[in-house]
């Protein structure tokens, strides 16, 4: 079953099981002007900026994290945070080590990793930008930003994953705006959340279309985990039927 939670209770570490989930953990890191340092163990990590901007340091490379910006952290490693951002931190189990990125949104804006899908007349055209993805070196990971218009939905037709992947959709640079997420197996027992700067939903199986509000749309982090290590086919996905049979 998916599981909705405020900003304020993703601050205390999520396990899997308190999410609904099987692999991914999560947990909410506000720096407040402080260091907070990360030990990756057994877990490759993705670090979402949500808010502000954030001073690392991982083994050899240094820099700086901005809005929107992700860190892939590869198990065994140690990453110092240092500033006055918001980081959402996702764990996975992995056994095998990658390297460590910088993922820039700067960088994937300007190159085909920005992607548009769907249509004006509909409402479903929505921007998505694909940090990690199948070509990107992860053991579990497929990793994104997506927006939608005012009052336009996104995630359509609705699909689901949920033997392949569990999501987890985090919303943030919404202000005062708001969204509707979906989450279902069957229509008749649907689950419904309102969703706000900085919520969370995670979403072990099911279809999950959703929709923003005309006051700004809706616009999220999504992180997709394996449920087989090194199985990472983004499109490997069922549609709604009766919605359309290809994603748009």
Same mark, same amino acid.
Not at 37 to 66: H, P, R, W
Not at 87 to 107: D, K, L, N, T, W
Not at 141 to 156: E, K, P, Q, S, V
Not at 203 to 224: C, K, L, R
């Given at each position: ?52 901007? =954030?001073? *690392?340091?991982? @083994?050899?490379?240094? &820099?700086?994290?901005?809005?929107? +910006?992700?860190?892939?952290? #590869? ?94 959709? =985090?919303? *943030?640079?919404? @202000?005062?705006?708001? &969204?509707?997420?979906?989450?279902? +197996?069957?229509?008749?027992? #649907? ?58």
């Amino acid at each position: 079953m998916a599981k909705y939670l405020k900003a304020k209770e993703l601050i205390a570490y999520q396990e899997p099981k308190e999410l609904g989930l099987s692999y991914c953990s999560v947990e909410r890191i506000e720096l407040n002007g402080n260091t907070r340092i990360l030990e990756s163990n057994e877990q490759e990590l993705c670090l979402i900026m949500i808010a502000g901007k =954030v001073c *690392f340091e991982c @083994g050899a490379v240094s &820099g700086e994290a901005t809005l929107c +910006d992700m860190l892939y952290v #590869p198990i065994q490693s140690r990453i110092r945070l240092k500033g006055d951002g918001v980081v959402m931190r996702y764990g996975a189990p992995c056994s095998r080590q990658y390297q460590f990125r910088h993922i820039s949104f700067e960088e994937v804006d300007r190159d085909e990793r920005h992607k548009v899908y769907g249509r004006t007349e509909n409402g479903t055209r929505r921007d998505v930008w694909n940090f990690i993805d199948d070509s990107f070196e992860s053991g579990r990971f497929l990793t994104g930003i997506c927006r939608g218009r005012d009052g336009g939905w996104t995630a359509w037709p609705p699909h689901e994953h949920g033997r392949e992947r569990e999501e987890v959709y =985090v919303y *943030f640079n919404m @202000g005062e705006g708001f &969204g509707l997420q979906c989450v279902y +197996d069957d229509m008749e027992q #649907p689950q419904v959340y309102l969703v706000r700067e900085g919520d969370l939903v995670s979403i072990p199986t099911g279809y999950h279309p959703n929709a923003g509000s005309p006051f700004g749309g809706i616009f999220y982090a999504f992180v997709m985990v394996s449920t087989t290590e090194g199985e990472r086919n983004f499109m490997d996905l069922r549609t709604q039927k009766i919605y359309g049979d290809r994603l748009e």
